[in-house]
Structure formats: structure tokens, C-alpha cells
């Protein structure tokens, strides 16, 4: 009985800790909508929330791990169970479900979203340009894993390649789109996907021609 009270309480306090860190980023993304993301500060987010600091910073040690967790927000858009006819979709479908998912989980708060992308983008911040690169691979990989896309060897290469050279330019599309349902982003996607299907069926064409001659 100790045992199960204690797994219990255990689990309790996950829930509680989880509860406060969304709270943490939710009042962090509110307050720069007020004064930009680049004002914002860990003590003023710990001020309004009437947490100690101390306790704030054992949650995200520091504003950029805040919006990181923000980013988190649009990982698990992609990772959310999907129609049942989900995989009788082409490919370029499934791709752009899922990019305009990670794209609509961040959709209320685009201008803070750019700020914060800009934020570690700054030249005197090198230190998070190194893991913006991993976290981009790790899009990447995320967006085809869950797009079921199973090529291999060179053909994999290629696509990752193009997918990252696409997500990048539709998120330049995509925080500066005004608008209704994110149209613009939507219709960008669409066009770039259609004429990446058709370079990567050249592709498999000129390959499939190459090894009969």
C-alpha cells in the first residue's frame, strides 16, 4: 500500500510540474505579445505567475529552453494521431498535413515565434546556433517518419536535403503571411510540393534509365 501511495504521489507531482511549465511558457509567449519576445524576462514571467525564481529557472534554466519548449508545441501537432486514411495518401499529401500541422500549432503567436527564431539567430548568441541545425534534422527526420516516408541510400539523402530546403523557405513564407488560415503558407507549400514530386520522379526516371542501359 505504501508503495502504491507513493507511485501515486510520484505521479501526482509529474502532473503538477508539467501544469506549471506550461503555464510558464503560455505566460512567456503573452507577455511578448505586449513588449516583444526580446524584452521578455524570466523574472517578470515568474512575477505575474507569483512563482519564486528559483523554482521557475529548476523548470527552464533560461528564456531560449522557453522558447524551445514553445517549439515542442509544434513537434507534437506533427505527432498527433492522424485520419484513418492517412497513409492511402501520396506522399506530397502527407507531407503537407503534417507541415501545415507544425506550422498551425504556432499559428496565434506567429510574430513571436519569428522574434524568438530571430532571437537565437543573433550574432552574439553562437551558442544556439549549433543546436537550431540538430533541432532542424530532427524536424526534418520527425516530418518523414511520421509522413511514412521510407526511401533509403541516396534517394533518402536527396530528400532530406529538399525537405529541409522546403521547410526553411515556407517558414520564411509563413511568418510573414497575414493571411485567413494561414492561405498564402497553404498555397506556397502546395506549388513547391507538386514540383518536388515531379523533380523526384525525373529523378527516379534518369536512375531506373541509367541502370536498364
Do not use: C
Not at 512575477?47 to 531560449?64: G, I, T
Not at 502527407?94 to 504556432?106: D, P
Not at 527526420?141 to 539523402?157: I, P, S, T, V
Not at 497575414?178 to 507549400?189: F, H, K, N
Amino acid at each position: 500500500m505504501a508503495e502504491k501511495n507513493q507511485t501515486s504521489k510520484r505521479k501526482t507531482e509529474r502532473g503538477e510540474a508539467a501544469e506549471v511549465r506550461l503555464r510558464i511558457v503560455d505566460t512567456a509567449v503573452t507577455l511578448a505579445e505586449e513588449v516583444g519576445w526580446g524584452a521578455v524576462s524570466l523574472s517578470e514571467v515568474a512575477a505575474r505567475l507569483k512563482l519564486p525564481m528559483a523554482e521557475l529557472v529548476q523548470h527552464y534554466r533560461d528564456k531560449d529552453a522557453v522558447a524551445d519548449a514553445w517549439f515542442v508545441r509544434a513537434r507534437d501537432a506533427v505527432l498527433a494521431p492522424q485520419a484513418k486514411d492517412f497513409s492511402a495518401l501520396p506522399a506530397e499529401a502527407r507531407l503537407h498535413l503534417l507541415m501545415m500541422a507544425w506550422f498551425g500549432a504556432l499559428a496565434d503567436h506567429r510574430a513571436v515565434t519569428g522574434q524568438m527564431l530571430k532571437e537565437k539567430l543573433y550574432p552574439s548568441h553562437p551558442h544556439h546556433w549549433v543546436p537550431m541545425i540538430f533541432n532542424l534534422s530532427r524536424t526534418v527526420q520527425l516530418l518523414r517518419d511520421a509522413a511514412r516516408l521510407e526511401a533509403r541510400g541516396r534517394r533518402r539523402q536527396v530528400e532530406e536535403i529538399g525537405l529541409s530546403a522546403l521547410f526553411l523557405a515556407t517558414l520564411r513564407v509563413w511568418l510573414g503571411d497575414d493571411s485567413p488560415e494561414q492561405a498564402e503558407t497553404r498555397a506556397y507549400l502546395s506549388r513547391r510540393l507538386a514540383r518536388a514530386d515531379r523533380l523526384m520522379a525525373r529523378w527516379r526516371d534518369k536512375k531506373q534509365n541509367g541502370e536498364a542501359g
